[in-house]
């Protein structure tokens, strides 16, 4: 089967044309004729709810993407809407007053209502079109199967179809090209591969604060990248000069999150080192991936290293010392409440009533050993809080 990507058909040359049957609430036919909208394996047009239909319309107006549309070329003459069908019935229904969007004062607003500007809008907007070849059971098989795992392209590929223009040319030259010699050095922070735009896409999740769709939108008509790439080295220099060692942990790490978190506080990237090294060596840090962000934010959320907790023996075997002792003495068999002065003093719990406590915190040099193990009410445990 052959597939060809095509972005320059526009909406106005689907809407050449097009025939709708509100009888049978099907699409017909757009392009001039040449496109047949309901081929036999197409469900009933479904979008037409004053939501679906709405929302594509919507997503016309503020740019953001339609996804893939498949047709299958039956000749030059003769294309079938393969998917795409309830995005392409709505376009043509807007387009030929069929139904009204509320504009932003809340009127509902039909396409012949809008503004020239919008109408052009609308009608100027390229579709993103694979047009497929090959013999019907292919056809049939691999409908079935976009249908089930998705399509061939990732988020940021289309995303760069659909936002075509002079700033993602550039982008891409800059964070998609194998030939930069500065990708070996941001592999040691992003994950994935600059051929699959997975550095494009860092790069612009990093600049938009996770706002990729509307930052290509906004940008796309412009013929320079400078912020996009003055934010990405600024998170890179500033990793970079803060962590002296590269650890393969760090791969695909949030750091710009960490940079818009931490860039104002003062590192000594001597002592960064040693602290990275120190919990590197500690058997008990569990993650990894979290000693960046651990001493970033000063060695107090040890919930990001996922420090190893005593086990339950050790738990058990501390437990009855404890409560023994307790026992003998007429106090409480948690040591806390033993020298409190509420009724709890010689309060005996259960096991499962309290909790493990390192009696020299982890985060001070402290083992996850029985030895400095100790058993607290849960109140108390809670209280001692994170270490
Ligand atoms: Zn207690």
């Not at 922070?189 to 790069?203: F, M, P, W």
């Not at 993650?287 to 651990?294: D, K, L, T």
């Amino acid at each position: 089967m052959k597939t060809t990507l095509r972005t320059d058909i526009t909406v106005k040359d689907i809407c050449e044309g097009f025939v709708y049957n509100e009888l049978e609430g099907k699409g017909l036919f757009g392009l001039s004729g040449k496109l047949t909208i309901q081929p036999e394996y197409q469900r009933n047009y479904i979008y037409a709810d004053g939501q679906k239909d709405v929302a594509v319309i919507d997503s016309i107006l503020k740019g953001y993407p339609l996804g893939l549309i498949y047709f299958n070329k039956v000749s030059d003459d003769n294309l079938e809407v393969l998917d795409g069908q309830q995005r392409i019935t709505s376009i043509g229904r807007y387009v030929n007053n069929k139904f009204a969007i509320k504009d932003e004062n809340g009127m509902q607003q039909y396409f012949s209502g809008i503004a020239s500007t919008k109408q052009e809008l609308i009608l100027n907007t390229p579709l993103l079109i694979y047009e497929c070849e090959g013999t019907e059971p292919e056809i049939k098989n691999w409908f079935r199967t976009i249908n089930i795992v998705g399509v061939p392209l990732n988020n940021q590929e289309i995303n760069n179809a659909v936002f075509s223009g002079p700033f993602v040319t550039l982008a891409k030259e800059e964070f998609s090209n194998s030939q930069n010699s500065n990708i070996q050095k941001w592999s040691a922070y992003i994950s994935g591969s600059a051929n699959r735009q997975d550095y494009l896409e860092r790069a612009l999740d990093w600049v938009s604060k996770s706002q990729i769709v509307p930052y290509m939108s906004i940008h796309r008509y412009e013929s320079n990248i400078n912020e996009l790439k003055n934010y990405f080295t600024s998170v890179i220099d500033w990793v970079s000069s803060v962590f002296k060692d590269v650890e393969s942990e760090m791969r695909g790490l949030e750091w710009g999150r960490f940079y818009e978190t931490y860039r104002k506080k003062p590192y000594n990237p001597q002592k960064v080192s040693e602290q990275v090294k120190h919990l590197y060596a500690d058997p008990y840090v569990k993650n990894r991936r979290g000693v960046f962000e651990y001493i970033l934010g000063g060695l107090n959320d040890t919930k990001l290293l996922d420090v190893r907790v005593f086990d339950e023996a050790t738990k058990k075997s501390v437990y009855t010392k404890q409560t023994k002792v307790a026992e003998e003495k007429g106090i409480s068999n948690c040591p806390l409440c033993a020298i409190s002065n509420n009724s709890n003093k010689t309060k005996i719990w259960k096991l499962k009533e309290m909790d493990a406590d390192h009696v020299t915190a982890w985060s001070k040099g402290g083992e996850t050993d029985i030895k400095n193990c100790e058993m607290l009410c849960k109140t108390h445990n809670r209280a001692k809080g994170n270490k």
